[in-house]
């Protein structure tokens, strides 16, 4: 190869990986932005806790700028590296290069420093492409090198300084910086290591040196101790699953229904955040990306296509059929045959024949209803007309063999789903894509049903509840309507998830309770964050001492919460706390005269005594319930010295009107913006059947929040908590899914808040029950057999 080729392939690299750098600036400030928040709504010590909170007011006026200069230097160098010119490096002190000694300021030598450690964080993690990228370059004019007052783009030191003088020249502060330094380091590395990808591939794609293993993404991200990927993103290189930022571009998000469960030591849950966002995954080696079972079931399905597809070319299971909103398939579907669907008729009645019990008898066994399916499949193969449909015959036949033979499902469970082969092999017949697509909507049912039901012990729960006549339902409804193809299935996936949000909290015993609870406790935090902001309003240009002020807005607002939850906000017992609220603010006005000093002192006790009972019933504890007395009594003392503000009789015949018609001002409590900002420290609203998670955990990633926003109703989990391992199912979620309740077999609630759930998520203190749906694991075992004996497909 000539010296231009070799020039023209270094410099396609390092254009690629500009492109890929500036491509990502947008995705790379939205996760620094996302990962502030998610800083700020973590627990700190105080002064931490004010510089995070600062941090996230700032940054919306900042970021537009910081974005801005961050793109102008990347297209910057782009347009000189197009053109073939030098990029100078940034020495520290540049303004007084001409002066051989000085003083170095004290920011230049901070900015320094910043770029050093960004670079280290960029090299830590990037490491395998940085150095698999060298080595092709080496084969192609040489590798990435920066020395006097020239850079090569492709150094890390490059990038970093970039970034750093970026944020600055976007006017942010250098003590922003140290504050989300953490997350600033692994989001620049992400983004780098993503460019350096591109590189890579740019020039393996010209073939240069592909001996060298382009490692996966997702294996670098676990080793590294990340893992951002969203479930179902992919590579656009091979299709393997990997991690990375904020910034998704570059992905392909495929549907998924959850993620997988995760291999992690054993933790317990005193683990505490560490001191660097994301870096407990460390402590996981052998974590896969969130969204690698969803990969490794398509991939799965790729495999069964291939293999019969050898065996039956006829077979066409290769991409989803694109179908109507309405759940029907297109009009391009096979039909069933007539001998066949005469066939499945016969078979249809025959099962449902030995599946339903008729009084005074015995109910059909799993193991029963499996045998008349087995002595079926001859009748139907023989009824096929084409190999297609024989194959199809003996692949849906595994697949629910596996399935009736899950002794982790109830038997009478497993009964019913027997009644389903007929209808989703007629569904396969006449739907290629049902082997092609997991988001299939007959396989998202059972995958849905089963995963509900799959956490009973066997040989428990198998008497009839509201959950197993829901699923008898759902195969009724299917088995009624055999000519419809998904849309059935659709519909009653649909009127499924709609019946799970109702039956954890009305209908199943072991969570009624706990559901209770939980929305008692997010009924009352939603009326205490209004009661908190209305009073706020309020009292905005009333003179009220500061004492009684915090005191109603940090104590007040919840006692009248709780009692409005407990006994209704129009109750005599709401209506006599609020009163208590604008007795509080007139007594704590300055008293100039001795008649309204006796009348303090008059009304004091029993306005104090109705205090202490609010606080009781509210929860409070003795010692915090002594303080703020005496922080009431302090505030009084100061009325009485003629110290604190006078409030005329107006401004009190206003408040008290103001109060009584509080809860005329309060939205409705489903419109009310419940978010992490928001919420407080819920560990005052436990009892003894219902557990509030505060503590334990490590600081959640952006993606892993996002993994615990999509857990679905009625999952089961296993959780570490307390010194306790057990299993557990997500039973209810909040507004916003701001909370989350799991429900204990025994009937004992555990509630999260969003980013705790993430923290357990993150540690592996909370790890899915199934590595892997009812559906990708009878494809799995489906896929072994045929794979050993090829020829049944057609026998």
Not at 628 to 655: C, G, K, M, Y
Request: glycine share 8%; aromatic share 6%.
């Amino acid at each position: 190869m000539s010296l231009g080729p070799h020039r023209a392939l270094a410099l396609t690299a390092r254009v690629s990986y500009l492109d890929a750098l500036i491509k990502g600036v947008h995705g790379l400030v939205q996760a620094c932005t996302d990962g502030a928040r998610l800083l700020a709504s973590q627990s700190a010590e105080p002064g931490l806790y004010t510089r995070r909170r600062d941090l996230v007011l700032d940054l919306p006026r900042a970021v537009p700028a910081w974005e801005a200069a961050l793109d102008t230097r990347l297209q910057l160098a782009l347009r000189d590296l197009r053109l073939g010119r030098s990029l100078l490096a940034r020495v520290a002190g540049a303004d007084a290069v001409d002066i051989p000694l000085t003083l170095v300021d004290d920011h230049v030598m901070e900015r320094d420093l910043s770029a050093s450690r960004l670079a280290q964080a960029v090299a830590d993690l990037t490491g395998s492409e940085y150095t698999d990228l060298n080595a092709r370059l080496q084969a192609v004019g040489g590798p990435v090198e920066s020395s006097g007052t020239q850079v090569d783009v492709l150094s890390v030191g490059w990038l970093a300084r970039g970034v750093v003088d970026s944020w600055h020249d976007g006017g942010l502060a250098a003590a922003h910086w140290q504050t989300l330094q953490n997350v600033l380091q692994h989001e620049v590395a992400q983004w780098a290591q993503e460019a350096y990808h591109v590189a890579n591939k740019a020039l393996l794609d010209q073939g240069v040196r592909p001996e060298i293993d382009l490692r996966p993404f997702i294996r670098r991200a676990r080793d590294a101790g990340v893992a951002l990927t969203r479930p179902g993103d992919v590579d656009d290189v091979g299709g393997a699953g990997f991690a990375h930022s904020g910034a998704h571009w570059g992905a392909h998000s495929g549907t998924h229904s959850g993620a997988p469960a995760r291999t992690a030591p054993a933790g317990n849950s005193g683990l505490q955040p560490l001191g660097r966002p994301y870096e407990e995954t460390r402590l996981m080696t052998q974590t896969p990306a969130m969204g690698r079972g969803q990969l490794q079931s398509q991939a799965m399905l790729g495999k069964l296509a291939a293999l019969v597809s050898r065996q039956v070319p006829g077979f066409a299971a290769t991409a989803p059929m694109p179908s109507s909103s309405s759940g029907q398939a297109s009009p391009s579907a096979a039909r069933v045959s007539p001998g066949l669907g005469q066939a499945i008729q016969r078979v249809t009645e025959v099962v449902r024949r030995q599946a339903d019990t008729q009084p005074g008898t015995a109910p059909a066994t799993p193991d029963a209803v499996l045998q008349d399916l087995r002595h079926s499949q001859k009748a139907l193969k023989d009824a096929a007309a084409t190999p297609v449909e024989r194959a199809t015959i003996e692949i849906v036949a595994l697949l629910f063999q596996s399935i009736l033979q899950e002794e982790r499902l109830p038997a009478a469970i497993r009964v019913w789903f027997a009644r389903l082969q007929m209808p989703v092999l007629r569904v396969a017949v006449t739907e290629p894509d049902f082997f092609a697509a997991t988001s299939h909507p007959a396989r998202m049912l059972i995958d849905r049903m089963g995963a509900c039901v799959m956490g009973f012990v066997a040989g428990e729960h198998d008497s009839e509840d509201a959950l197993h006549d829901e699923i008898k339902r759902v195969v009724q409804v299917v088995e009624a309507y055999p000519d419809t193809g998904r849309r059935v299935f659709q519909t009653v996936l649909g009127e499924f998830e709609r019946f799970l949000e109702t039956y954890f909290r009305d209908q199943n015993q072991a969570s009624r309770m706990g559901v209770s609870l939980a929305q008692q406790v997010e009924q009352r935090e939603t009326w205490a964050i209004q009661y908190t902001i209305e009073l706020r309003k309020m009292l905005e240009t009333v003179p009220v001492h500061d004492g009684v002020r915090e005191f109603l807005f940090r104590v007040w607002a919840d006692v009248l919460a709780h009692s409005a939850v407990q006994t209704g906000q129009a109750s005599e017992a709401t209506r006599e706390l609020k009163r208590a609220a604008a007795d509080l603010i007139w007594s704590a006005s300055a008293k100039t005269s001795r008649e309204e000093r006796a009348e303090v002192l008059r009304r004091l006790p029993p306005l104090l005594k109705l205090v202490r009972e609010g606080m009781v019933r509210a929860g409070l504890g003795a010692d915090a319930q002594d303080a703020h007395i005496q922080a009431l009594n302090t505030a009084l003392a100061a009325a009485f010295s003629a110290r604190s503000a006078p409030l005329s009789s107006a401004h009190l015949r206003e408040v008290t009107q103001r109060l009584e018609a509080l809860d005329e001002l309060l939205p409705d409590i489903a419109a009310m913006e419940l978010d992490a900002d928001t919420l407080r420290d819920l560990s005052g609203h436990e009892s003894e059947n219902l557990e509030v998670v505060a503590e334990g955990g490590t600081m959640p990633t952006p993606a892993m929040q996002a993994w615990a926003r999509e857990l679905q109703i009625g999952a089961w989990f296993q959780l570490d908590y307390r010194g306790r391992r057990e299993q557990v199912q997500l039973a209810w979620q909040g507004l916003n899914k701001q909370l989350s309740l799991f429900v204990t077999p025994q009937g004992r609630g555990v509630l999260f808040q969003m980013h705790r759930l993430g923290a357990f998520l993150q540690a592996g203190l909370l790890l899915p029950l199934e590595e892997e749906s009812l559906t990708t694991r009878a494809t799995r075992q489906a896929l072994a057999k045929l794979d050993a004996d090829p020829a049944r497909l057609l026998n």
